[in-house]
């Protein structure tokens, strides 16, 4: 499992942002930029299709008008603070909620500049049983080791660096949600939260009170933030597979694209078209937490992983794992790549290359009108857009990345940076259902 405390497995690309499209004529140099906040998905992927797992499947627009026509303001009360507070309230400068790599984030800043505050709710689903809707969430006698509902105060961060001096983990109160919407508003507040001050051990992630730390208390903290809807496709969505595609967002069919296994075999994507769920893993030969997601995946099929083995355990279930590059951040070979997977004890007809050295420009999705150009993961991006973003002048990618697909028609449905309440664990239970 991977957390927020730690910098994460990112792919470091040297890249500059490029026009692309109804781009404003310019391009603005960047450099890729890592933060406290990049997280990859590795906790529960490897345990697939969890009954009970749910998908939001309302319209965006129904759920947010219906919701704001029934909804009440919260009006707090006087706080209640110990007097084994250090620390009280929270003076929120700015607020969001995002998706990232899977996790649901809300997010507040005590300032736009170095060093600041953050205040976090992280929603970690799947085993964690992390929180998707509306509702009232204990947060007493948890730890971040385990907690799907973890709150936290982060002090002294650095934007540059992403480090921070000092953590504090509630492990006492409630957090209320009252809105989750898609296309709406995330708000709340917090119910006598008491947050220790802790160390996170960077491997469990286990959380340890500081002998004589401080106590930061967030009684009637009031929370809104704006929740985005998915930039998404599916205006001429075909039963079908499609050749050709009808495009490459969320919703749009899929076009067939070919890329070498390991053996130097061509492995088709519509080959699988009949199939229920087509699932892509994108990982690379430095990316210690990829490393530790296939370990955790090979572990739980018995020693070795196979497209029949996963298509045994969950019928109707096929998937390919993508490899980018090498130990070095170069294109691997095929040797290589028999090597990874042979190491790994996955069959090495399931790995596929991707990496173009000439690069290719793929849309962001924010800003809408620029592209970055990449090389590792270039055909399978190019055909399936991952919904990149940047920040501020940089984009951070991360591996392990995660792609879903509809096998029947080769349907996109799910990325890890799509946003929203669906999961990957929640999709892949949808789609082996139908």
């Known amino acids: 499992m991977n957390r927020l405390t730690t910098l994460a497995c990112c792919l470091a690309l040297p890249v500059a942002l490029t026009t692309f499209a109804c781009g404003d004529g310019g391009s603005s140099s960047a450099d890729t930029q890592s933060t406290a906040d990049v997280t990859e998905d590795t906790g529960s992927a490897a345990d697939t299709a969890v009954a009970g797992d749910d998908t939001a499947t309302t319209s965006t627009e129904d759920t947010a008008t219906s919701a ?12 209640s603070y110990a007097a084994t507070c250090t620390e009280k309230g929270f003076p929120t400068y700015a607020e969001q909620f995002s998706a990232q790599q899977g996790l649901q984030v809300y997010q507040a800043v005590t300032t736009n500049k170095d060093p600041y505050t953050v205040l976090s709710f992280e929603f970690y689903a799947g085993d964690y049983g992390g929180a998707s809707a509306p509702g009232t969430y204990d947060l007493s006698g948890s730890n971040y080791e385990t907690c ?5 105060v982060r002090t002294g961060c650095n934007s540059a660096s992403g480090t921070c001096q000092k953590t504090y983990y509630a ?26 001050e802790v160390t996170i051990d960077p491997t469990t992630y286990h959380s340890t009170p500081v002998a004589g730390g401080g106590e930061w208390c967030l009684d009637q903290y009031v929370f809104e933030a704006d929740v985005a809807a998915p930039v998404v496709g599916g205006g001429n969505t075909q039963p079908t597979c499609v050749e050709e595609g009808t495009g490459t967002l969320v919703n749009d069919n899929i076009a067939n694209f070919s890329l070498p296994n390991c053996y130097g075999e061509q492995v088709a994507l519509h080959d699988s078209c009949g199939k229920k769920a087509m699932w892509l893993i994108g990982t690379a030969g430095w990316c210690s937490a990829c490393h530790e997601l296939l370990t955790a995946m090979v572990a739980d099929y018995g020693g070795s992983l196979s497209r029949k083995k996963v298509n045994t355990r969950y019928p109707g279930l096929d998937l390919l794992i993508v490899l980018g590059e090498n ?49 590792s993961f270039a055909t399978t991006w190019t055909n399936m857009n991952p919904y990149l973003v940047a920040e501020g002048d940089g984009v951070t990618v991360s591996t392990p990345w995660h792609m879903v697909l509809r096998a029947t028609n080769m349907e996109y449905m799910w990325t890890d940076n799509l946003g929203g309440a669906a999961t990957l664990e929640g999709t892949l239970n949808t789609l082996l259902s139908e």
């Open 68 to 79: 704001d026509d029934t909804y009440q303001p919260y009006v707090p009360t006087e706080p």
């Open 148 to 152: 799907g509902n973890c709150v936290l």
């Open 171 to 196: 492990d006492a109160g409630e957090l209320v949600i009252d809105r989750w919407e898609t296309g709406g508003k995330f708000s709340g507040h917090l119910q006598g939260v008491v947050l220790k």
């Open 327 to 375: 130990q070095y951040g170069a294109n691997p070979s095929q040797a290589y790549c028999q090597a990874y997977a042979e190491d790994l004890d996955i069959d090495p007809a399931m790995v596929l290359i991707d990496n173009n050295p000439n690069t290719s420009d793929i849309p962001l999705i924010d800003p809408p009108g620029y592209a970055l150009p990449v090389e």
